[in-house]
Structure formats: structure tokens, C-alpha cells
């Protein structure tokens, strides 16, 4: 059985920078497809990045050039850095696996970033 755990958020600063972390066990994280979204209340979940397993990567518009998705397959986990952080990054960010396999998704429980003004 998956497991996702996401790790690394807090309260920042307009401007500030935060590294999000998603950690896994049960699955292999670079045979799959990882990606980050988030959620603001009130709004659905939306994807903000994306890596393929060859590494292959892509971004949401509104985090394009500001947030960098990666992950270090050594020790099965996923990041998220985020940077020139704005108020409206504020929301719950989840961390998924998508199995190539299956095609099911699995995710974690969710991290809270809130950027203030």
C-alpha cells in the first residue's frame, strides 16, 4: 500500500521562499509520475508541477519560473521549491502518485502553506 507524506510548509513572507517535501513508502517514486497541487478555500484542487520518470517536467502558468520540481530518487521523495512566494500561493498543498501501471492515484495527507501580505 502507497504512502504519502508531505512535509515542509509554514507561514511566510511575501517574497519569502519555502521547500516542500513529499516522502513515500510502498511505491517507487521515479517509475512513476509525482506532481504537486494545491488547494485554497474555496477553490478545487489544482496541479501546480509535474515530473514525469525520465525527469521530464512542467508548471502551472502562476508558478512558472518561481516554483522548481524535483526529485531524488536515492531516497524516494519529491520537492517543491517555491520562491518570491505571493499571498495568493496560500493554500493546502498535496503531494501524488500516479501509478503508470494502474493509473490510480494516490495522495498525500496535505501541507499547509500561507503567505503573508
Known amino acids: 500500500q502507497a504512502h504519502l507524506v508531505e512535509s515542509g510548509g509554514g507561514l511566510v513572507q511575501a517574497g519569502g521562499s519555502l521547500t516542500l517535501s513529499c516522502s513515500g513508502s510502498?511505491?517507487?517514486?521515479?517509475?512513476?509520475?509525482m506532481s504537486w497541487h494545491r488547494e485554497a478555500p474555496g477553490k478545487q484542487r489544482d496541479l501546480v508541477a509535474r515530473?514525469?520518470?525520465?525527469?521530464?517536467?512542467n508548471y502551472d502558468h502562476s508558478v512558472q519560473g518561481r516554483f522548481t520540481i524535483s526529485r531524488n530518487d536515492w531516497k524516494n521523495e519529491v520537492y517543491l521549491q517555491m520562491s518570491d512566494l505571493q499571498p495568493e500561493d496560500t493554500a493546502v498543498y498535496y503531494c501524488?502518485?500516479?501509478?503508470?501501471?494502474?493509473?490510480?492515484?494516490?495522495w498525500g495527507q496535505g501541507t499547509q502553506v500561507t503567505v503573508s501580505s
Open positions: 501524488k502518485l500516479k501509478s503508470v501501471r494502474t493509473g490510480y492515484d494516490y
Open positions: 510502498g511505491i517507487v517514486f521515479r517509475t512513476n509520475i
Open positions: 515530473i514525469t520518470g525520465p525527469g521530464d517536467t
